[in-house]
């Protein structure tokens, strides 16, 4: 089983900063971690992911550039730093892991989701 509990969201102006946290817990193998997004009103999107393995990444073309997702071995975390947010990036951010040795973009393609954590900016 793989537990994941996200952290980090609130209230930022437009222009300024977050990190979240989804911190993983429970069977431990390589695996691909993903953050999705998804607004009132819209589908759930595909934001970036990381090979847990080798830190490789893959960012969706509306967040290349500003946001930068990592993780720490050891503590079994992973991070999305979001810089230069946008009213646009409001939404609620979830993290999920998949068993593919490579990202997936699709929500298909995950095994385990976090409940979220939710972004709001402001404009």
């Known amino acids: 089983q793989v537990q994941l509990v996200e952290s980090g969201g609130g209230l930022v102006q437009a222009g300024g900063s977050l990190r979240l946290s989804c911190a993983a817990s429970?069977?431990?193998?390589?695996?691909?971690v993903g953050w999705f997004r998804q607004a009132p009103g819209r589908e759930r999107e595909f934001v970036a992911g990381i090979i847990w393995s080798t830190g490789w990444s893959n960012y969706a073309d509306s967040v290349k550039g500003r946001f930068t997702i990592s993780r720490d071995n050891a503590k079994n975390t992973v991070y999305l730093q979001m810089n230069s947010l946008k009213s646009e990036d409001t939404a609620v951010y979830c993290c999920a892991v998949t068993s593919s040795p490579s990202i997936q973009t699709s929500r298909e393609g995950y095994d385990y989701w976090g409940q979220g954590t939710q972004v709001t900016v402001s404009s």
């Open positions: 429970g069977r431990t193998f390589s695996y691909a």
